[in-house]
């Protein structure tokens, strides 16, 4: 089903109007509501019938835990889709989201205009968005805790047990 309405969470003023701008490009009929903080998106999510899809920047959002995020999102999973648009979310916190949730999306506000375009058409078609850069970071994490990996041998680990 595609999204009738979008929340714009992001209390940067430029980046909210592009968002929107975007948004109407793609779909001129879109009903467009902004929120500034954590209680007020909750109120309009709970109280929504419509399809709706969030545009949350994170880190300039009053989200205590990011766990909250997660209960937000997955008690709204079937009415909700979520993108974070962001400048820097840490590799932790991509990784806590993305692997809890398969409603929220991520895109980087420094990626180009076309991955926001895609970012955004595809939240909007009611498809989760994951960029290039957030996959990049999510499988450099992995890299390194492959490298880091315990090497030891049954019997060295024995030892080891023995020593401490």
Same mark, same amino acid.
């Given at each position: ?43 309009? @999510?709970?109280? +929504? !019938?419509?399809? %709706?899809?969030? *545009? #949350?920047? =994170?880190? /300039? ?21 979520? @993108?974070?648009? +962001? !400048?820097?979310? %840490?590799?932790? *916190? #991509?990784? =806590?989201? /993305? ?66």
């Amino acid at each position: 089903m595609k999204v009738q309405r979008i929340i714009i969470a992001d209390n940067q003023p430029i980046t909210a109007y592009a968002i929107e701008k975007l948004a109407s490009e793609i779909n001129p009929n879109i009903v467009v509501e902004y929120s500034t903080h954590y209680q007020d998106l909750k109120h309009k @999510l709970q109280t +929504s !019938e419509t399809k %709706t899809a969030v *545009f #949350l920047d =994170y880190t /300039l959002f009053d989200f205590a835990k990011q766990e909250y995020l997660t209960i937000v999102a997955e008690s709204m999973m079937e009415k909700v889709n979520w @993108l974070l648009i +962001s !400048e820097d979310l %840490t590799t932790s *916190f #991509l990784h =806590y989201v /993305l692997c809890k949730t398969q409603n929220i999306g991520v895109v980087f506000k420094d990626e180009s205009i076309d991955s926001l375009k895609t970012a955004i058409r595809d939240t909007l078609d009611g498809d989760r968005y994951v960029s290039q850069n957030a996959t990049k970071i999510l499988l450099q994490r992995a890299y390194k805790e492959e490298q880091c990996k315990d090497t030891l041998t049954q019997t060295e680990r024995e030892v080891l047990k023995l020593i401490a």
